[in-house]
């Protein structure tokens, strides 16, 4: 889920932790103006300005737009805090928030992701770049003592709208930071991965966000303001295919609900919402920032870093990826998660970075030699700097699966043998071992064992290491497999497994592919039954030690519920499928000599 707001991000210990300036405090220096400001096509936005009321000095931008309102509303009415963390407050900028068009108090018509317009030919062209642009044209010439530099940041959606400023930028930006950015929908981020969609998520955000709208609103209301989910895997399960959701409960109101049904495959929807290709000729500083625990939109802030610097040369572009869940890096402290625990407070780590990045490209102040890639390496705690990202310290390593559970880490033994399960949708395999009406972050680092145990799952595991592991990038499976129906969903896990009596088989890393997609994301293939396909599965970069002792698991699975919506497993157009469409199917993983299925990784030299 995006949901972020402007001054109310994450969770009640966040709030608590950054209110110790209070409002009063901020009242008494700063002065708050809301204006509606307008753009190009007449339409008008809200914004909310927080100037500094010492003048002895000249101060930049440093500005959020959002989708999630810029509460409190008011011009007499303060937050508790101003900026991105709590360190801020030692300097002075001016603080802007706006609401993004079609959203809360500002006019016009909302578009989910807008689409970047390269060429505009007219007034009524226009996109959130225009619109950053038209807001900075107006923020320049009428707020006082300014200097003429503005910096943009912003969490999760926010971050689009960071990265949506690049493309044709005004030229006071001078420094920008998506962090989490949504960026490809289809392809990884929010709404599918690799084809397969991101049911819980969507279906309990579109309910917060997408009520329909008639005119500006403080406040948004719910689409079924009656749904409460306890159990999500029960809920879900019961309620049957995708489109008795809306039959039952959205009954149509939800627009990018139904936007998102009616686009299943890579078409023309979501190709015009990615906005990796127009990351182009970008003169600002860029620093991208990502959890590796983010469940939303890890895959964005990677490939918006990825996009930038392969697009673009003499930009100053970099990147931090660290231990957070979605936006963690913004909490007071962030030392633990799931079952890993990181032996510092790796949040307060960021904000330093964070708070230099603005102070040195907006005022001049200190200086900014952060190396190109600064990534936290899980397992052995560390933080570490390259060069580049994925580093060039790294080589290709091969891990076979292999008969008896047997996952051989490099090559040059044979392998044999294939492994069968029936998927039974049905009876889908959950996400986590834990009850919760919402989906449950942890999951991304959650124990694995009850997955192993059951049937329709299998698995393969190392010996145990005589020596430290790190993988730091991507990581590809290349497996051969077949199945008795025309579609699957394959959903590779790798595991760091701890020993001790009951080890703990912790995830590292987890990716989904719809087996459809398995040669284009564009033009769906049906599978032949039973024949022996490659099938390939790109996971996220990952950073991690498998330190010496624990062994490393795969666990393969076909479903992943209600992570993801259930696959009928026949060839067809889900959000429109029947009870009846849904059947059970025989899949196997072939790893013989002829298919050697296997895991290319790269480890850290």
């Not at 490393?552 to 469409?581: E, T």
Request: include cysteine.
């Amino acid at each position: 889920m995006k949901k972020i707001s402007c001054f109310f991000v994450l969770a009640l210990p966040f709030l608590v932790a950054h209110a110790q300036l209070g409002s009063n405090t901020i009242k008494n220096n700063y002065t708050k103006i809301e204006r509606m400001i307008p753009m190009r096509d007449g339409v008008k936005l809200f914004t909310a300005i927080y100037i500094p009321k010492d003048t002895a000095e000249k101060y930049p931008f440093l500005m959020e737009r959002t989708p999630y309102d810029c509460a409190p509303y008011g011009e007499n009415n303060y937050p508790g805090r101003l900026g991105p963390n709590k360190l801020f407050p030692q300097e002075k900028y001016i603080f802007v928030y706006q609401d993004v068009r079609g959203r809360h108090m500002s006019e016009g018509k909302f578009e989910e992701m807008t689409p970047v317009m390269d060429t505009k030919k007219a007034n009524t062209d226009v996109d959130e770049s225009s619109d950053t642009y038209d807001a900075i044209e107006w923020l320049t010439k009428n707020i006082p003592n300014n200097n003429g530099k503005v910096g943009i940041y912003g969490i999760s959606y926010p971050g689009f709208y960071a990265t949506a400023s690049l493309p044709n930028a005004h030229p006071a930006i001078k420094a920008v930071s998506p962090q989490a950015p949504v960026t490809d929908e289809f392809e990884g981020d929010d709404a599918y991965h690799r084809g397969a969609f991101f049911l819980m998520d969507n279906f309990s955000f579109m309910n917060f966000f997408d009520a329909p709208r008639t005119e500006p609103r403080e406040r948004d209301p719910r689409v079924d303001s009656a749904l409460a989910i306890t159990d999500a895997y029960d809920f879900y399960l019961k309620a049957g295919p995708l489109k008795n959701l809306n039959n039952q409960y959205y009954h149509g109101k939800s627009k990018i609900w139904n936007e998102y049904l009616q686009h299943a495959t890579n078409d023309h929807y979501w190709q015009a919402r990615n906005i990796r290709p127009h990351l182009k000729n970008i003169q600002a500083a860029t620093l991208v920032v990502g959890g590796w625990f983010d469940a939303e939109d890890m895959f964005g802030a990677l490939k918006t870093y990825e996009a930038i610097e392969k697009q673009n040369t003499g930009n100053s572009n970099r990147l931090v990826m660290g231990p957070w869940t979605h936006g963690a890096w913004e909490r007071p402290e962030w030392n633990r998660f799931a079952g890993y625990t990181f032996g510092s407070n790796t949040s307060g780590y960021f904000q330093q970075i964070e708070f230099d990045f603005f102070n040195y490209y907006l005022k001049g102040k200190g200086n900014f030699n952060q190396p190109e890639a600064t990534v936290f390496i899980t397992g052995s705690n560390q933080w570490k700097t390259f060069s580049q990202w994925p580093p060039k310290e790294t080589a290709s390593q091969t891990w076979h699966l292999n008969e008896n559970n047997q996952l051989m880490l490099g090559g040059g033994a044979a392998t044999k043998g294939v492994d069968t399960y029936v998927s039974d949708p049905a009876n889908p395999v959950p996400y986590i071992n834990k009850t919760s009406g919402d989906r449950i972050n942890e999951y991304l680092g959650a124990d694995q064992t009850f997955a192993a145990q059951r049937k329709d799952v299998v698995y393969y595991q190392s010996s145990v290491l005589a020596n430290d592991v790190t993988l730091a990038g991507p990581i590809k499976a290349n497996l051969f497999v077949s199945t008795s129906g025309t579609d699957a969903d394959f959903i590779v896990k790798v595991i760091d497994v701890l020993p001790g009596n009951n080890p703990v088989q912790q995830l590292v890393r987890a990716e989904v592919f719809r087996g459809k997609f398995r040669n284009s994301l564009e033009k769906p293939e049906p599978f032949v039954p039973n024949r022996i396909t490659p099938f390939n599965v790109v996971l996220n970069s990952t950073a991690h030690t498998f330190l010496k002792g624990h062994r490393i698991m795969v666990q393969i699975q076909s479903s992943w519920f209600p992570l993801i919506d259930r696959n009928p497993q026949k060839f067809m157009d889900i959000p429109n499928a029947d009870a009846g469409d849904f059947t059970k199917a025989t899949i196997s993983i072939y790893h013989d000599n002829a298919h050697p299925s296997k895991l290319e990784v790269m480890e850290l030299q």
